[in-house]
């Protein structure tokens, strides 16, 4: 059974940086693209990052590029969010996500973690 298990979510001050961790298990992900996205209060759902898990491409929404980054650890098939920078409009559910590279459907979602950022 596939599990993508997400930690490291928490209240930080603007300014501030957390980092995100997806434990992913129950595959092999070497063929997957692994994905984070997050949702905030009344908002859509949107893609934060996502990286290839063989080849190691990224991808970065224009909101987080030079602030967050995307990384993977084959040893612990972990997926991490490197978040600096934190601004208050950064607040959301973040989610761990997987989909195969040779489509464009998440199929695997962990069950998120709340980002908090403060003024």
């Known amino acids: 059974q596939v599990q993508l298990v997400e930690s490291g979510g928490g209240l930080v001050q603007a300014g501030g940086s957390l980092r995100l961790s997806c434990a992913a298990s129950?595959?092999?992900?070497?063929?997957?693209?692994m994905g984070w996205f997050r949702q905030a209060p009344g908002k859509e759902r949107e893609i934060v990052a996502a990286?290839?898990?063989?080849?190691?491409?990224?991808h970065y929404a224009n909101s987080v590029k030079g602030r967050f980054t995307i990384s993977r650890d084959f040893a612990k098939n972990t997926v991490y969010l490197q978040m600096n920078s934190l601004k208050p409009e950064d607040t959301a559910v973040y989610y761990c996500?997987?989909?195969?590279?040779?489509?464009?459907?998440?199929?695997?979602w962990g069950q998120g973690t709340q980002v908090t950022v403060s003024s």
């Open positions: 129950g595959r092999t992900f070497r063929t997957y693209t």
């Open positions: 996500a997987a989909r195969p590279d040779y489509t464009s459907i998440f199929d695997y």
């Open positions: 990286i290839s898990w063989s080849a190691g491409n990224t």
